[in-house]
Each structure stands twice: as C-alpha cells, then as structure tokens.
C-alpha cells in the first residue's frame, strides 16, 4: 500500500472539508462510473488478501463483517 503523505492542519481541515461536501448526482456518478487507477486496484487486492489471511473462513469473514456493522452503527455520529 502507498504511504500516508504527512498534511499540515491547514491541509487537513481543506481535504476534510472537500471529502465531506454533498456531491452533485453528476459529480457522484462520474465518480462511481470511473475507472481504477493501478494504485486503487493493488491498495483493494492488498485489503481483500489481508481480510482473507485474517479471516481464512466464510463464517469467520461473515461474524467479522456483522460485528464490525455493530460497531460503526454504535459509534457513527447522529
């Protein structure tokens, strides 16, 4: 995976602001519709290969996912 770059508060607060902004139903189907570059596709395959050394069987995959739903259902802002 690609290295985390190090953001100043300024940057931070610009990129939060930027990824939290209501998309445009246009801007969001660009965005749903585009292709991977090389880097997204090998970061997934590296998330999907962690996953599955973590969680060798489907029902351990399965529980994992159902408690990490809770979890963010608990945690999530309202």
Do not use: C, G, H, K
């Not at 953001?7 to 930027?18: C, G, N, S, V």
């Amino acid at each position: 995976m690609s290295q985390v770059p190090t953001l100043t508060p300024e940057q931070r607060a610009e990129l939060e602001a930027w990824e939290n902004r209501r998309l445009s139903p246009e801007e969001f189907e660009a965005r749903v519709n585009a292709p991977w570059t090389e880097q997204e596709r090998e970061d997934f395959e590296a998330l999907v290969a962690w996953f599955n050394r973590r969680y060798p069987t489907p029902i351990e995959r399965l529980r994992a996912t159902r408690q990490l739903m809770a979890q963010w259902q608990r945690n999530r802002p309202r």
